[in-house]
Nanobody, 121 residues
């Protein structure tokens, strides 16, 4: 059984910073791409940032220059450093990973339960 568990969310003032973490656990053989998405109330989920197995990154235009995604392969962990936060960044943030387990020959996508980020004064 694979689990992705996010942490690091909370309440922060505009202009502040937060660092999200997501740890993947279980019978994992290899993790390919990892990423973060978010969903604000009344809106569709949107991709925020992604990182490949080779550590190539991409970002939504709305967060470029403010957010940084990184990963620690030894810890099966992906991070999202969020700086210069704005009220419009308020959302539930989800991590995802494309990985292969000991029980499958294929890569599948897994998602965490989400962590709330609220940017407000």
């Amino acid at each position: 059984q694979v689990q992705l568990v996010e942490s690091g969310g909370g309440l922060v003032q505009p202009g502040g910073s937060l660092r999200l973490s997501c740890v993947a656990s279980g019978s994992i053989l290899n993790i390919d791409a990892m990423g973060w998405s978010r969903q604000a109330p009344g809106k569709q989920r949107e991709s925020v940032a992604g990182i490949t197995g080779g550590s190539n990154t991409d970002y939504a235009d709305s967060v470029k220059g403010r957010f940084t995604i990184s990963r620690d392969n030894a810890k099966n962990t992906v991070y999202l450093q969020m700086n210069s936060l704005k009220p419009e960044d308020t959302a539930v943030y989800y991590c995802n990973a494309r990985l292969r387990t000991a029980r499958s020959s294929y890569y599948n996508d897994y998602w965490g339960q989400g962590t709330q980020v609220t940017v407000s004064s």
